[in-house]
């Protein structure tokens, strides 16, 4: 008897929905990603994406934003005509005020029949509440809906948990997706790889075999137009509470036993929860905060943080964070990890230095180096690996100087590397939630944090100043000067 033949049942429709639709990040990255999707064929067949704003537009002006807007963050080589006005078709505009429940039947109403829906709230925070019971009241959230939510989540413990938990009254833990883009970078995903899937680094990659680790993310730009935002953040909510710790995440976690999300997110959760807390004696030691002062940033003049528009002349809010951080296991035991990140810094880089131990002992008197291995992992501007190694210098004697085994991940592969909110956004669209954080991961790493706020607040100091376009205070060449380190570009 022959079976019965199936027809396979279509893909359902996707609505995609942009809370802060016409805002900063959804101009800058989230329609770039999304255009990239749409050009290679990545976007279901039956995808609508909806940006919502306040303004009062029809589609053909919000049409005229978007392509007055949008390309110029596009890739001149990747924008072509045609895939441009097909994801052009797939845009729609809803005025809407997020905080308004009858605003949302506007919504509803141009929503596709059965569709799977996506909502990425790239907004304030403080909005996230109002959003979720507003979409639950309209009857718009089922068992397949997704809310992504943009960093960062909170100011504090007690209001990161408020709003995990008032986001928790909608959404189940799995439908939530808490991202942070620098976990969809290509090279920090390849660290995964480069650490569980190859033998040769993992018999060193603990104490005593490294002598430090410094992870760094710097930017050459100021505050610009997020001022208002960024006084009353600062650098250490901004960065370190998210992408740094992320990051020291994955540097620092054990194998996991696969890489089914819960899995991995176990391993960085044992991570956090080994930080060795900041006691107030710690804080007053081993944490450098900054502040830019006038100078120059590629090539131009820059003025100082007090001088940014919308600044309030006497902010103290700090622009830049040194800190000596320890993980209290065995095998990161007295292995000091410095994290640094900051504004106005010489150079924009994104990288991850892991600094191999000292020779016990060297044979090579000729020589005045000191032994350096390490490895550097860059993220950013361009990424790749590179391991250092000392060789001998061409010529009569045994005199050793540093050179570099490099892994360009771009010319090593010839496929499209995609940016990482394209990734990002795939991962959400497919409902995968290894690269993204937790709601245990992030109270942990604002739990670690924290203490840091706390006792600056009582040390009530002014951060220190630093030259814009250079890479921060003194201090933070002290902090590692103790511990015989320093940071890469000063070895």
Not at 108 to 126: D, I, N
Not at 308 to 313: G, L, S
Not at 456 to 461: A, F, R
């Amino acid at each position: 008897m022959v079976a019965p033949t199936t027809t396979p049942t279509p893909p359902a429709p996707l609505d995609l929905v942009i809370f802060g639709g016409v805002g900063d990040l959804s101009v800058r990255k989230l329609l770039p990603a999304l255009y990239m999707a749409h050009l290679h064929n990545n976007l279901p067949a039956q995808t609508r994406i909806h940006a919502l704003g306040r303004q009062s537009w029809d589609r053909a002006v919000f049409l005229a934003f978007i392509q007055d807007k949008v390309p110029g963050f596009i890739e001149t080589k990747a924008f072509e005509g045609v895939a441009w006005q097909g994801f052009l078709d797939r845009l729609h505009y809803v005025s809407l005020d997020a905080t308004q429940p009858q605003d949302f039947d506007a919504l509803a109403a141009a929503m596709q029949p059965g569709s799977e829906r996506v909502y990425y709230l790239a907004t304030a925070p403080s909005l996230f509440t109002a959003i979720c019971a507003n979409l639950s009241a309209a009857k718009l959230i089922d068992a397949r809906s997704r809310v992504v939510l943009e960093k960062p989540l909170g100011h504090d413990l007690a209001s990161a948990q408020a709003i995990n938990d008032e986001v928790g009254r909608h959404f189940e833990e799995q439908q939530i997706f808490r991202i942070d883009h620098y976990l969809g970078k290509e090279t920090v995903q390849n660290l995964m790889v480069l650490r569980f899937g190859n033998t040769i680094f993992e018999p060193l990659w603990r104490s005593p075999y490294i002598k430090s680790v410094q992870i760094t993310v710097a930017e050459s730009v100021g505050v610009g137009s997020r001022a208002g935002f960024y006084d009353g953040t600062g650098a250490l909510r901004d960065m370190v509470q998210n992408h740094l710790l992320q990051l020291l995440c994955i540097v620092a976690m054990e194998p996991p036993v696969s890489l089914d999300p819960d899995a991995v997110r176990d391993e960085k959760l044992k991570v956090l929860r080994s930080l060795r807390p900041m006691t107030m004696a710690d804080v007053a030691t081993d944490t450098v905060r900054g502040q830019y002062s006038a100078g120059a940033s590629d090539g131009d003049a820059a003025v100082g943080y007090l001088q940014e528009a919308n600044i309030p002349a006497d902010s103290n809010t700090e622009t830049f964070v040194a800190l000596k951080a320890h993980i209290n296991n065995w095998r990161w035991a007295n292995v000091p990890i410095f994290l640094r990140t900051g504004k106005r810094m010489a150079e924009r880089r994104s990288e991850i230095v892991i600094e191999f131990a000292d020779l016990p002992f060297t044979i090579f008197q000729d020589s005045p180096r000191q032994s350096v291995n390490r490895l550097m992992i860059r993220l950013q501007p361009e990424e790749h690996i590179q391991l250092q190694m000392m060789a001998k210098e061409p010529g009569s004697g045994m005199r050793l100087r540093p050179v570099s085994l490099n892994l360009d991940l771009e010319s090593a592969f010839s496929e499209r590397r995609a940016e990482a909110y394209e990734r990002l956004l795939m991962d959400v669209i497919k409902g995968r939630l290894t690269h993204f954080m937790r709601r245990d991961e992030l109270e942990s790493a604002w739990t670690w944090v924290e203490p840091i706020i706390n006792g600056w607040q009582q040390l009530n100091e002014k951060p220190k100043a630093y030259t814009a376009g250079s890479w921060g205070p003194a201090a933070s060449s002290a902090l590692m000067a103790r511990e015989g380190s320093s940071w890469v570009e000063e070895s």
